[in-house]
Nanobody, 126 residues
Framework: QVQLVESGGGLVQAGGSLRLSCAAS????????MGWFRQAPGKEREFVAS????????NYADSVKGRFTISSANAKNTVALQMNSLKPEDTAVYYC???????????????????WGQGTQVTVSS
């Protein structure tokens, strides 16, 4: 089992920045990649960014490309999402997720992830 705990959410004005962190514990050695997803009220959960633990494959949703940066550290224990130039449409609950299986392509589907955090609220005011 892998446990994931997100932190760093909050309220920020448009144009501002936030940094989300995800602390992973348990059998993290069994995971291959980490991802961030988000879900806004009344909408489906959507992919934000992913990173393999090797750091060799990083992917972003088009909506956040150039504004968000995903990174990993501490030997499969921490994943961060630096969010800059935030927009009101970025408002959502952000979830950290861990994938156990190896995929040769992009980790952008929620079914590819086996473990999920409880989520952290990000609110961007206009």
């Amino acid at each position: 089992q892998v446990q994931l705990v997100e932190s760093g959410g909050g309220l920020v004005q448009a144009g501002g920045s936030l940094r989300l962190s995800c602390a992973a514990s348990g059998r993290t050695s069994s995971t291959s990649a980490m991802g961030w997803f988000r879900q806004a009220p009344g909408k489906e959960r959507e992919f934000v960014a992913s990173i393999t633990w090797s750091g060799l494959r990083i992917n972003y949703a088009d909506s956040v490309k150039g504004r968000f940066t995903i990174s990993s550290a501490n030997a499969k224990n921490t994943v961060a999402l630096q969010m800059n130039s935030l927009k009101p449409e970025d408002t959502a609950v952000y979830y950290c997720a861990a994938a156990a299986a190896y995929y040769s392509g992009t980790y952008y589907r929620d079914y590819q992830y086996d473990y999920w955090g409880q989520g952290t609220q990000v609110t961007v005011s206009s």
